[in-house]
């Protein structure tokens, strides 16, 4: 079992910064996948960012490369999502997932944290 809590949301001005945190406890990351995804209202959840627990591949969604990146400390179990700069469109709930690599329906959720960027 993996619990995920997310931190870091906020209101920001359009331009501005946030790094979220994705902070898990139960099992080492080492093993999982750990993307981000986000829903903004009316809206489907959508694929954001993934980094390997180990640190190595990242992929980003087109709409966000170059403006946001995933990074990981395995030392304190988190994953990060810096975002900068940040556009009205960004405005969702982001929430973080873990999956593990070889057993891939252990799949776990965070509960989400709020971003929203005003223009």
């Known amino acids: 079992q993996v619990q995920l809590v997310e931190s870091g949301g906020g209101l920001v001005q359009a331009g501005g910064s946030l790094r979220l945190s994705c902070a898990a406890s139960?099992?080492?990351?080492?093993?999982?996948?750990i993307a981000w995804f986000r829903q903004a209202p009316g809206k489907e959840r959508e694929f954001v960012a993934q980094?390997?627990?180990?640190?190595?591949?990242?992929v980003y969604t087109d709409s966000v490369k170059g403006r946001f990146t995933i990074s990981i400390d395995n030392a304190k179990n988190t994953v990060y999502l810096t975002m900068n700069p940040l556009k009205p469109e960004a405005t969702a709930v982001y929430y973080c997932?873990?999956?593990?690599?070889?057993?891939?329906?252990?799949?776990?959720w965070g509960q989400g944290t709020q971003i929203t960027v005003s223009s």
């Open positions: 139960g099992r080492a990351f080492n093993t999982y996948e």
């Open positions: 997932r873990a999956r593990n690599t070889v057993f891939q329906h252990w799949l776990y």
């Open positions: 980094i390997n627990g180990n640190g190595g591949t990242t």
